[in-house]
């Protein structure tokens, strides 16, 4: 180790004390997800049976429902996703994608579904490169048919339900269909974002339901009824997932997305039919916190979540960190510090290796080489009192890849639900369609995703090499969607459930979580509520109006490029107490907590 704990610590204090470093000329953000819209206070909630946390009160309410009337966890989850699908739809639907971890109570065993979308059969690496063979703005290849990828949330709750669900896949849709049919009151977050986004209202369809006849955005507390995507309800509610995968409904979304008239992208009828979710292997690893041992599960790839909150949290104990409290009820820069460090450490393995695993081969020949003690001890003796200047991809496993990194670019928007049901069952599951209203392209009643521009838009450096992650017929772009599973590791008993949106923010909001509940010892609303900060491998940014300016200036001092912005995460936690379950909603966005 480059230094033991207390030296460490004398280090870190020294540097934070020392005269600032020259500073490079100072970059650019990173764009969020969406934006904020304001902070209100949550308490978090107690329950004894049963929980459900998601992002908005009448999705929340509807998996209670559900649950109360003896449904299942993965019952619950489908009647809030349909739900989300009308009352959020910025964020999440069924004309996108999503990642679910489901554990079985009884028999004691956790999987992942992978409802990710994928790419035509059409594409290729080209499809974000201009006539100039240079890549495109983020927003001329968002906005339009472009990025439309295989919407797989349907089918892979289909797939979930069929091993897990209790009551009948019909009667989960009821709480959607009668919301779509008799109106929702517009939220505060939902017209602010409909104020702020300048693209809804190129489509028609989009801006005849979001907007009224000056264009202006239906104003909060307005009644909207979506009697279209009723009709849609109603159809996969008697047919299934064949319902938008198949037919005429399968028809209008390729029409929508071929014939868009300045962007049109490649989607096929083929491309519907033959889309399969997947069951994959959750990807676990271990995690000793405050003399407790933990089993932390997450998604694998093509999700880069788990492995990169897995590698900060696993540099993080090879470092002074642990020794370090919270100050004033908020993390200190010498935390920071060595967190902002360990991040981008992680990211630069996230941009030079993982992707849809189909694919690409796993450094190593597994997934978990990224996560081997010895490799993150190796990799955190770099982490030393200062900013790291350059901060390149380490080698696990015997194999060196050819691949390049990815350039850094936009990552947007997702949905978080957690459950834990009666039964024992619990789940976690992020879902999304990428940017807030996605590729702004609204098909009877529900908009499609853009989760395309997840994939990189250059498909090869200066050298020629390939870029891991980019585009291929049939692929599924990295996500960094994180629903996470925590589990104590002597008994197997279930801990926690949780997960935040957040583009590739959503690692550092899931990374906190877990930080402060499992280190500080926080409860779930303690811990959710705590600053937001992050690092890209670039700048390091802090939740704006959050830190002290003695914060901010000592984490300069250490070398960090340091930008206070609004940091809008959205966790949904569950854990467990000796009466139950705690629950806890991100004060940052709309979303609440029922059980019983």
Request: proline fraction near 7%.
């Amino acid at each position: 180790m480059k230094f033991l704990v207390a030296a460490g610590l004398t280090a870190l204090l020294a540097a934070c004390a020392a005269s600032p470093t020259a500073q490079d000329e100072i970059q650019t953000a990173p764009l969020q997800p969406e934006e904020a819209s304001g902070y209100t206070d949550k308490p978090g909630w107690a329950t004894q049976h049963f929980a459900v946390a998601a992002a908005h009160p009448l999705a929340t309410d509807a998996g209670y429902n559900i649950l109360n009337a003896g449904g299942s966890a993965v019952d619950a989850a489908i009647a809030v996703q349909m739900v989300l699908s009308l009352v959020e739809p910025q964020s999440s639907g069924i004309g996108g994608g999503s990642f679910l971890l489901h554990h079985d109570g009884q028999r004691m065993i956790t999987e992942a579904f992978d409802g990710r979308e994928t790419a035509p059969a059409a594409a290729n690496e080209t499809l974000f490169l201009n006539t100039a063979g240079k890549p495109l703005g983020f927003y001329e290849g968002v906005v339009g048919g472009r990025a439309v990828g295989v919407p797989g949330t349907v089918q892979m709750l289909e797939a979930a339900h069929r091993q897990h669900g209790k009551l009948p896949w019909a009667q989960l849709f009821a709480p959607a269909i009668a919301l779509a049919e008799q109106g929702f009151k517009v939220s505060e977050r939902l017209h602010s974002l409909l104020v702020s986004d300048v693209h809804l209202q190129k489509d028609p369809v989009a801006a005849a339901y979001f907007y009224d006849t000056a264009g202006q955005p239906w104003p909060v507390g307005h009644l909207l009824k979506n009697p279209e995507l009723a009709s849609v309800f109603k159809r996969i509610a008697n047919e299934g997932s064949k319902a938008l995968m198949t037919g005429d409904i399968a028809q209008a979304i390729v029409d929508k997305v071929r014939q868009h008239p300045t962007n049109p992208g490649q989607l096929a009828l083929a491309d519907l039919a033959g889309y399969r979710a997947i069951q994959r292997q959750p990807l676990c690893h271990d995690y000793r916190a405050v003399a407790r041992d933990y089993r932390i599960c997450g998604m694998p790839p093509p999700s880069s979540g788990a492995i990169a909150v897995g590698q900060i949290l696993g540099l993080l104990a090879h470092t002074p960190a642990a020794a370090i409290p919270l100050m004033n009820s908020l993390p200190d820069a010498r935390w920071l510090h060595l967190y902002t460090e360990a991040s981008r450490l992680a990211f630069a393995d996230r941009d030079q290796y993982i992707a849809d695993p189909d694919f690409v081969q796993a450094p190593g020949g597994s997934w978990m080489s990224l996560l081997e003690p010895r490799y993150l001890a190796d990799r955190a003796r770099l982490i030393g009192p200062v900013r790291m200047t350059t901060v390149l991809a380490g080698t696990p496993g015997a194999v060196k890849t050819s691949y390049a990194p990815m350039p850094e670019q936009p990552e947007h928007g997702t949905s978080h639900i957690s459950i834990v049901d009666a039964y024992g069952n619990a789940l976690a599951m992020t879902s999304s369609i990428e940017n807030a209203f996605g590729s702004r392209q609204m098909v009877q009643g529900f908009l499609l995703n853009n989760e395309l521009t997840d994939f990189s838009f250059t498909p090869s450096d200066a050298q020629g090499r390939p870029i891991a992650n980019r585009v291929e017929p049939g692929k599924r772009p990295r996500s960094s969607m994180a629903p996470t599973l925590v589990f104590d590791k002597p008994t197997g008993e279930l801990l926690m459930s949780g997960g935040s949106p957040g583009g590739a923010f959503i690692i550092h909001y899931a990374a906190k979580l877990l930080y402060g509940t499992l280190n500080w010892e926080l409860d779930a609303q303690q811990a959710i509520n705590l600053p937001n900060f992050a690092n890209l491998n670039g700048l390091t940014l802090l939740e704006a109006k959050r830190f002290p300016a003695t914060t901010v200036e000592s984490m300069k001092r250490t070398g960090a490029q340091v930008r206070e912005v609004p940091m809008t995460s959205g966790l949904q936690a569950i854990q467990k107490t000796p009466s139950g379950w705690f629950g806890g909603a991100d004060p940052r966005r709309e979303g609440v907590v029922q059980g019983d």
